[in-house]
């Protein structure tokens, strides 16, 4: 068994290489049209230079697994601008693209949690679907986008979940197939169990990504190698080992949030249950110190008897 490791947008081992640096739509009407295409401009191209370091510091490190940031291109979406970010930047999104197929990366995009398909207001679902569509927009322009995926939640209950579920049936229906294509749904740590979100993705062929701490803060009835066979299943037409979120709570009474690293003891449990599934996967660490905690968590878990470090982001059970 294998497990690849990667990490959140930014690597904070990195100086001054945030990829999500940000322009408020306040600030660009202050800055009026002119100037204030040109400051997008000016911040969209840091933005992608950083994503490029950060691309090359993780093929340092044989860090394989990578979630870009959502923020690249501020304003993309708002209404009163939707401006085009890709011509600009052919050669800039290119050269993303490039290194990323060239190094044999796994990347993915996580839109913010008001991007879901559960609500009752049409316009709420609109919107999701232009967030879709931009994150896939970025994905084409590197020329990623048959081999990336944009990973979501199912969303809000609204008062009556299952009401929301059969909207979500009906409301993905707005969502272009190309699109859909790329899709991932993740349980969540209140509405949606791994349950509930695995007949989702079941009756919608969508890959599950399974996040382990939202289950222990939102649990399904199943036992957890009965429930991980079943979510693995999911990926099986998908072209791609399965890919799991990683995190552990900041304290007993915070158990929602995220603490700044992993708590070895804390995911030990679902460690043993993949070794027993010999099941390949990809760990994503959504830990606050992010590439830092990785790098600790790579030497904990290789630290295990009976597992060996085969890279720098990899390790064999």
């Not at 394989?64 to 970010?85: C, K, Q």
């Not at 979501?152 to 579920?165: L, P, Q, R, T």
């Not at 969540?188 to 349950?195: G, L, P």
């Not at 399974?210 to 099986?236: K, R, V």
């Amino acid at each position: 068994m294998k497990i690849r490791f990667g990490y959140v947008s930014n690597a904070t081992c990195l100086w001054e290489a945030s990829p999500a640096k940000t322009l408020t739509f306040k600030r660009y009407s202050a800055l009026g049209q002119e100037e204030g295409m040109q400051k997008l401009l000016s911040v969209t191209k840091q933005n992608i230079e950083s994503t490029l370091r950060v691309l090359q510091y993780n093929t340092a490190h044989q860090i394989e697994i990578y979630r870009m940031s959502s923020s690249i291109v501020p304003l993309a979406t708002h209404p009163e601008v939707e401006w085009d970010f890709v011509t600009p930047f052919k050669q800039e999104w290119k050269q993303l693209g490039d290194w990323i197929s060239a190094h044999k990366m796994r990347v993915s995009f996580h839109p913010n949690q008001f991007t879901l398909f559960t609500s009752p207001k049409p316009e709420i679902t609109q919107n999701a679907v232009k967030d879709m569509e931009f994150h896939y927009k970025m994905l084409d322009a590197m020329g990623i986008a048959d081999s990336s995926f944009i990973n979501i939640h199912v969303g809000g209950a609204y008062g009556d979940k299952e009401s929301a579920i059969i909207r979500v049936h009906d409301n993905l229906k707005s969502l272009p197939k190309h699109v859909k294509a790329r899709m991932t749904l993740e349980n969540d740590d209140k509405t949606y169990t791994a349950s509930e979100t695995l007949i989702v993705c079941k009756k919608e062929n969508i890959p599950l990504v399974f996040d382990y701490h939202h289950h222990l803060a939102n649990l399904s009835d199943e036992p957890l190698n009965e429930l991980l066979i079943q979510i693995f299943s999911t990926w099986s037409q998908h072209g791609t080992v399965p890919k799991v979120h990683i995190s552990s709570p900041k304290s007993a009474g915070e158990f929602r949030s995220h603490a700044d690293y992993i708590d070895f003891e804390f995911i030990m449990p679902l460690l043993k249950v993949l070794r027993e599934l010999r099941q390949d996967v990809d760990f994503m660490i959504e830990a606050k110190m992010k590439d830092r905690a990785m790098l600790k968590l790579i030497e904990d878990v290789a630290k295990v008897r009976g597992v060996k470090r085969i890279s720098g982001g990899a390790v064999e059970c």
